[in-house]
């Protein structure tokens, strides 16, 4: 049974950083996209940034310039660092990885709160 396992959210104020690690196990096959989604109240999941197993990486436009997403293939590891945090940026944010026979997983999510 594959689960991914996100930490590192927590609270903190407008202009900080944290680093949201997910770690992926119990899986046959090899992750091609892993990523961050994100999801606050009222609104709908959205994408925060998506890495390949290449390395190619897409951002959200809202978060370009101020987070990183990257992976440790060997790890099934997929962590994105996260500057100059906006209120805005507050909500559960939601580790995915899709495996190259084409099944999606979802970790449980991880709050992050940015206080202004």
């Known amino acids: 049974q594959v689960q991914l396992v996100e930490s590192g959210g927590g609270l903190v104020q407008a202009g900080g950083s944290l680093r949201l690690s997910c770690a992926a196990s119990?899986?046959?096959?090899?992750?091609?996209?892993m990523g961050w989604y994100r999801q606050a109240p009222g609104k709908q999941r959205e994408l925060v940034a998506v890495i390949t197993s290449g390395g190619s990486t897409n951002y959200a436009d809202s978060v370009k310039g101020r987070f990183t997403i990257s992976r440790d293939n060997a790890k099934n590891a997929v962590y994105v660092q996260m500057n100059s945090l906006k209120p805005e940026d507050t909500a559960v944010y939601y580790c995915?990885?899709?495996?190259?026979?084409?099944?999606?997983?979802w970790g449980q999510g991880t709050q992050v709160t940015v206080s202004s």
């Open positions: 119990g899986s046959r096959f090899r992750f091609s996209d």
């Open positions: 995915n990885a899709l495996n190259e026979v084409g099944y999606r997983f």
